[in-house]
Antibody, heavy 116, light 112 residues
Framework: QVQLLESGPGLVKPSETLSLICSVS????????WSWIRQPPGKGLEWIGYIHYTGNTNYNPSLKSRATISLDTAKNQIFLNLDSVTAADSAIYYC??????????WGQGTLVTVSS | QSVLTQPPSVSGAPGQRVTISCTGN?????????VHWYQQLPGAAPKLLIYSNNNRPSGVPDRFSGSKSGPSASLAITGLQAEDEADYYCQSYDRSLGASVVFGGGTKLTVL
């Protein structure tokens, strides 16, 4: 069974960098695409970006190059860095596995609040 | 404002049929990109409900079905049950945004 578990600080100060880790079990990050998706409390889903094990990445243009996604095949982990955060970046952050047939596995999500 | 447009809410009585629309344009759904649907129960992560327009993953009841025509897609739920009360999201891809993944704004389904 594929499982994804997000981890990272629950509180980040404005203008700092948000850093999250997604630990994957039951599948290898050395295959498929892997995404980060976020959801502000009470609002809809927003795609942040994806990475392929080859290193190919694609990001939501609305994030204006603030996001960086990387992976470590040895640790079977995926990483998200989001620079220069503001209160608008407060959200539940999900990591997920993407296939041609949609996003088939999601982590439980981790809540990140941006506040001084 | 979401690239894909969904009604904010729909409702129906137990046993009834409801549909949720997802409207895009010639850069996304109308360009031929597949549409996927997700169900998000309260307090939970989204779950893949329909993939590639009209396919159900293993374990999803056949009460749920999807369709796509032109720049729009629809999710239909028949035999509505109380446990279907959730938020539903459509997802596709947009070539004007560099083949980015795009979501609809979500639809809250209330079972009366």
């Amino acid at each position: 069974q594929v499982q994804l578990l997000e981890s990272g600080p629950g509180l980040v100060k404005p203008s700092e960098t948000l850093s999250l880790i997604c630990s994957v079990s039951g599948a290898s990050v050395g295959s498929n695409y892997w995404s980060w998706i976020r959801q502000p409390p009470g609002k809809g889903l927003e795609w942040i970006g994806y990475i392929h094990y080859t290193g190919n990445t694609n990001y939501n243009p609305s994030l204006k190059s603030r996001a960086t996604i990387s992976l470590d095949t040895a640790k079977n982990q995926i990483f998200l860095n989001l620079d220069s955060v503001t209160a608008a970046d407060s959200a539940i952050y999900y990591c997920s596995r993407d296939r041609v047939g949609g996003t088939d596995y999601w982590g439980q999500g981790t809540l990140v609040t941006v506040s001084s | 404002q979401s690239v894909l447009t969904q009604p904010p809410s729909v409702s129906g009585a137990p046993g009834q049929r409801v549909t949720i629309s997802c409207t895009g344009n010639s850069s996304n759904i109308g360009a031929g990109f597949d549409v996927h649907w997700y169900q998000q129960l309260p307090g939970a992560a989204p779950k893949l409900l329909i993939y590639s327009n009209n396919n159900r993953p293993s374990g999803v009841p056949d009460r749920f079905s999807g369709s796509k025509s032109g720049p729009s897609a629809s999710l239909a739920i028949t035999g509505l049950q109380a446990e279907d009360e959730a938020d539903y999201y459509c997802q596709s891809y947009d070539r004007s945004l560099g083949a980015s993944v795009v979501f609809g704004g979500g639809t809250k389904l209330t079972v009366l």
